[in-house]
């Protein structure tokens, strides 16, 4: 049975930090490509940042470029985002999601490419 578990998500205040993770089991690590999503009140759920298998290529939302930066440890069945300078409109229910793709290097960004998904972690910023 796979499962992704996230933690990390909290109420912080504008320009804080946090890092999110998202520990997987029930399934190789390695075989997935790796993503965030986020979704706030009333809107649709989007893509934050999503990361290749190897860990080699990343993408992220231009929102979040320069602030947020995905990463992950194979050894550990854990993906990361490190989330700097965070702002009122960052605030959303966060969401990590495995891909299962033969393409080491390919990074999804698409919603619907995702087969599994954790239940979400609050992150709340105050202004």
């Known amino acids: 049975q796979v499962e992704l578990v996230e933690s990390g998500g909290g109420l912080v205040q504008a320009g804080a930090s946090l890092r999110l993770s998202c520990a997987a089991s029930g399934l190789i690590f390695s075989n997935y490509g790796m993503g965030w999503f986020r979704q706030a009140p009333g809107k649709e759920r989007e893509v934050v940042a999503a990361i290749s298998r190897s860990g080699g290529r990343t993408e992220s939302a231009d929102s979040v470029k320069g602030r947020f930066t995905i990463s992950r440890d194979n050894a550990k069945n854990t993906v990361y985002l490190q989330m700097n300078s965070l702002k009122p409109e960052d605030t959303a229910v966060y969401y990590c999601?495995?891909?299962?793709?033969?393409?080491?290097?390919?990074?999804?960004?698409?919603?619907?490419?995702?087969?599994?998904w954790g239940q979400g972690t609050q992150v709340t910023v105050s202004s």
């Open positions: 999601a495995a891909d299962r793709t033969y393409n080491r290097d390919y990074v999804a960004l698409k919603h619907y490419e995702y087969v599994y």
